[in-house]
């Protein structure tokens, strides 16, 4: 059974830096594109950034481009987000995400096409 977890949330000042990881077990890892979502209060699922099984390719949401990094270590099981320039409005719970495909032609935002979901970890930005 495929699991996936998160960690490396916590609360940090406009301006901070916080790193993210989702670990993954139970499943070929390697093999699947991987994204990060957010869900800020008050708000609906939002598609964060998306990395193809190699890493080899990356999307971003146009917000958080240049201020958040998406990678991975496909030989650990683990997704990164690596996020600098934090804002209040990146508050929200983060999660990570397994899409059913590994090669990506095009990047989906959309919270359906995902199948494995960890259950998130909480990112607080104070102003």
């Known amino acids: 059974q495929v699991q996936l977890e998160e960690s490396g949330g916590g609360l940090v000042q406009a301006g901070g830096s916080l790193r993210l990881s989702c670990r993954g077990s139970?499943?070929?890892?390697?093999?699947?594109?991987m994204a990060w979502f957010r869900q800020g209060p008050g708000k609906e699922r939002e598609y964060v950034a998306g990395i193809s099984w190699s890493g080899g390719r990356t999307d971003y949401l146009d917000s958080v481009k240049d201020r958040f990094t998406i990678s991975r270590d496909n030989a650990e099981n683990t997704l990164y987000l690596h996020m600098h320039n934090l804002k209040p409005d990146d508050t929200a719970v983060y999660y990570c995400?397994?899409?059913?495909?590994?090669?990506?032609?095009?990047?989906?935002?959309?919270?359906?096409?995902?199948?494995?979901w960890g259950q998130g970890t909480q990112v607080t930005v104070s102003s």
């Open positions: 139970g499943g070929t890892f390697g093999r699947y594109a």
């Open positions: 995400a397994r899409a059913p495909y590994g090669t990506v032609v095009k990047f989906s935002t959309s919270s359906d096409e995902y199948d494995y």
